[in-house]
Nanobody
Framework: VQLQAFGGGLVQAGDALRLSCAAS????????MGWFRQAPGKERVFVAA????????SYSDSVKGRFTISRDNAKNTVYLQMNSLRPEDTAIYFC???????????????????WGQGTLVTVSS
């Protein structure tokens, strides 16, 4: 499975942005999907996840209530709607697809077998 994330950019604090992650290759089956981010000089951390068929989601405490993960399995695409952006949301955002035995919305990066290249989100104050 190949993943391509896009939609990042430079926005101001309080603005909204929607990231997309398109999957290609072996897409005959759905995957649990996740978004992670890595800020400059920091480790990559969990942001949000969707279960295999979208029935379950999970969020980090830092984005809960502001970000929403959704998916369109017919388009092999997962989205991350980011509202009320803050400067501390500045990071490279990565999408990931879970290993074949993963069905739930998992927050551990170890559960994800496929990773996209990342898209940069910069939030100015």
């Amino acid at each position: 499975v190949q993943l391509q994330a896009f939609g990042g950019g430079l926005v101001q604090a309080g603005d909204a942005l929607r990231l997309s992650c398109a999957a290609s290759g072996r897409t005959d089956t759905a995957y649990a999907m996740g978004w992670f981010r890595q800020a400059p000089g920091k480790e990559r951390v969990f942001v949000a996840a969707s279960s295999r068929y979208g029935g379950g989601t999970s969020y980090s405490d830092s984005v809960k209530g502001r970000f929403t993960i959704s998916r369109d399995n017919a388009k092999n695409t997962v989205y991350l709607q980011m509202n009320s952006l803050r400067p501390e949301d500045t990071a490279i955002y990565f999408c990931a697809a879970g290993a074949s035995n993963i069905s739930s919305a998992v927050d551990s990066s170890a559960a994800y077998a496929y990773w996209g290249q990342g898209t940069l989100v910069t939030v100015s104050s």
